[in-house]
């Protein structure tokens, strides 16, 4: 079935050092792939995202790229904070209309050191 | 602000005693899920209202339900709750005409 890897599970820098998480995603078919940031104890939030029609998106700190050729996606955090510290989780989206759901990767927990 | 609200945040529940755990929002939005999230993993989806159309997961069990009374509110029935079922439960909503989701708080859900 369709599946989503994420790299690395974990990944510590320090404040101001930039983060890169990585995903990899099996169904061709997948046009949407959206970025959320879960803190302890919360629901996922909605943090960035991209289309297949585009290569890259930034907003500010955050970045987004896309490979459709390699099925790869990639969040960029530059200038890392402490708030910034969190499980990030890519996902992918598959089917259509009424079908239409998102396979999340496995996590990573994002840690910055002060 | 327009947003998905959960209650309640917290629900401890016995042993194969039924728990309902709502959702609502305010999106106006047509697509409701609800996901279940076990310590450290990624959001599971057992099911999907696209309008009033249930959409089941494959792998789902039987011992989880849904409602869905109107555009607003959807709710999960576990009926007989086990020890595996202790997680946070998620809901999310959408626009058919995007993929968007968005979640709410959560249910973090005990069973004793």
């Known amino acids: 079935g369709e599946n989503v890897e994420q790299h690395p599970s974990t990944l510590s820098v320090q404040e101001g050092d930039s983060a890169v998480i990585k995903c990899t995603y099996s169904d061709s078919a997948s046009n949407y792939f959206p970025w959320y940031k879960q803190e302890l104890g919360k629901g996922p939030q909605l943090i960035i995202d991209?289309?297949?029609?585009?290569g890259e998106k930034k907003d500010q700190r955050i970045a987004v790229t896309l490979n459709k050729t390699a099925k790869h996606f990639s969040l960029h955090i530059t200038e890392t904070q402490p708030e910034d510290s969190a499980v990030y989780f890519c996902?992918?989206?598959?089917?259509?209309?009424?079908?239409?759901?998102?396979?999340f990767g496995t996590g990573t927990l994002l840690a910055v050191q002060p | 602000d327009a947003m998905v609200i959960q209650n309640p945040r917290y629900q401890v529940t016995q042993f194969g005693k039924p728990v309902t755990l709502s959702c609502s929002q305010t999106?106006?939005?047509?697509?409701m899920y609800w996901y279940q999230q076990k310590s450290s993993q990624a959001p599971k989806l057992l099911f999907h209202?696209?309008?009033?159309?249930?959409?089941n997961e494959a792998d789902t069990p039987d011992n989880f339900q849904s409602r869905r009374p109107n555009t607003s509110f959807c709710f999960l029935d576990i009926r007989s709750p086990g020890l595996g079922d202790a997680a946070m439960y998620l809901c999310a909503t959408s626009m058919d005409s995007s993929y968007e989701q968005y979640f709410g708080p959560g249910t973090r859900l005990t069973v004793t």
């Open positions: 999106l106006n939005h047509n697509v």
């Open positions: 209202y696209y309008d009033k159309d249930f959409n």
């Open positions: 996902a992918a989206s598959i089917g259509r209309g009424a079908t239409n759901k998102l396979i």
């Open positions: 991209i289309r297949s029609n585009v």
